[in-house]
Nanobody
Framework: VQLQPSGGGLVQAGGSLRLSCAPS???FRWNAEAWFRQSPGKER?????????????WYADSVKGRFTISGDSAKNAVYLEMNSLIPEDTAVYYC??????????????????WGQGTHVTVSS
């Protein structure tokens, strides 16, 4: 299953972007959907996750209050609404899905399917 993220681009500080991720085809019932990001010279880091059933949401401290993750089960899609963007948010953003979370949804090792990444650049 190929995950297809979209919605990245260039935005000024204080602006907003909405990232979307939908698989080309999927019959799986995912336990969790998440977004991670990687900046140049840094390791990939957790951004946000939603865990099913129930839809509990997890956020990195650096984005809490500014980013919102949501899912659309009818479209089998996951979104990341990013507001009040700052230059430190500049990164390649990856969507990911996990069949089963054993530990914490913050851990990238828990995820089975990954998108190819979409670039987000925030100018100051």
């Amino acid at each position: 299953v190929q995950l297809q993220p979209s919605g990245g681009g260039l935005v000024q500080a204080g602006g907003s972007l909405r990232l979307s991720c939908a698989p080309s085809a999927s019959t799986f019932r995912w336990n969790a959907e998440a977004w991670f990001r990687q900046s140049p010279g840094k390791e990939r880091e957790f951004v946000a996750a939603v865990v099913w059933p129930g839809g509990s949401k997890w956020y990195a401290d650096s984005v809490k209050g500014r980013f919102t993750i949501s899912g659309d089960s009818a479209k089998n899609a996951v979104y990341l609404e990013m507001n009040s963007l700052i230059p430190e948010d500049t990164a390649v953003y990856y969507c990911a899905r996990a069949l089963r979370i054993i530990g914490t949804p913050r851990n990238s090792d828990e995820y089975d399917e990954w998108g190819q990444g979409t670039h987000v650049t925030v100018s100051s």
